[in-house]
């Protein structure tokens, strides 16, 4: 039997919400969490759906992969959501968020964006804790590193590929994919994160 697993982002950076519903029910169960939030959690926003067979014994396994990070009894994990994202599209089934998505190559660029993000750090480009990088498609948002890989934005801790998927979200006419590489769309005394040399080996 065909139906929808979904990942949702929340209000609280590093916390999403995993669960399944059936294909029909999923545009109000989307449109009930947006607007109610779950489990004492606000601000729960989509960021992707798969239709799968046998859909509920492919919830139950990721939620025993992923158990360890689960919050009590809820459907609610502190994880990557790339991680997550990764998984169901290496599962046989049809992307219904976001439309017109390319498995194959989707599941490459999360891969990427996944293994250069592990390997990004502020410190070895000579960033130090403080210091300000900015977003190259609106100078006027900046973020200040507070970690090796985290900064600090509109007061909450978050690592480079959430937030750039926040900021894209908040300007939707930018949006080029749903796959973002962080240090792609952040600049550093007007250069491209990425592509500063790593000062420390």
């Known amino acids: 039997m065909k ?4 990942i949702m982002t929340t209000a609280v950076s590093g916390l999403i919400k995993i669960g399944q519903t059936g ?9 009930n969490l947006e607007a109610n939030g779950y489990y004492n ?17 492919k919830e139950n396994l990721l939620k025993e992969i992923f158990n360890k990070h689960r919050v009590g009894d809820s459907e609610l994990f502190a994880l990557d959501y ?6 169901l599209l290496s599962f046989d089934g049809k992307v219904i968020y976001p439309n017109d998505v390319d498995k194959e190559k989707e599941f490459d660029e999360v891969s990427k964006a996944r293994e ?5 750090s502020f410190y070895k480009k000579g960033i130090k804790n403080g210091d300000e990088i900015a977003f190259i498609a609106d100078k006027e948002i900046t ?9 600090e934005y509109d007061e909450q801790t978050w690592k480079l590929s959430p937030l750039t998927y926040k900021i894209y979200e908040q300007k939707r006419e930018l949006n080029p994919s749903g796959a973002y590489q962080g240090a792609a769309y952040w600049q550093y005394n ?12």
């Open 3 to 6: 139906g929808i697993i979904y």
């Open 23 to 31: 294909t029909l029910n999923y545009l109000e169960r989307m449109r």
């Open 41 to 57: 959690v606000s601000g729960l926003k989509r960021f992707f759906a798969i239709e799968l067979e046998d859909y509920t014994d």
């Open 82 to 87: 790339d991680l997550v994202r990764q998984l």
């Open 116 to 120: 250069q993000g592990a390997r990004f």
């Open 143 to 151: 973020a200040k590193v507070v970690g090796e890989r985290e900064v």
């Open 190 to 201: 007007g250069k491209r994160l990425r592509d500063l040399p790593d000062i420390i080996k």
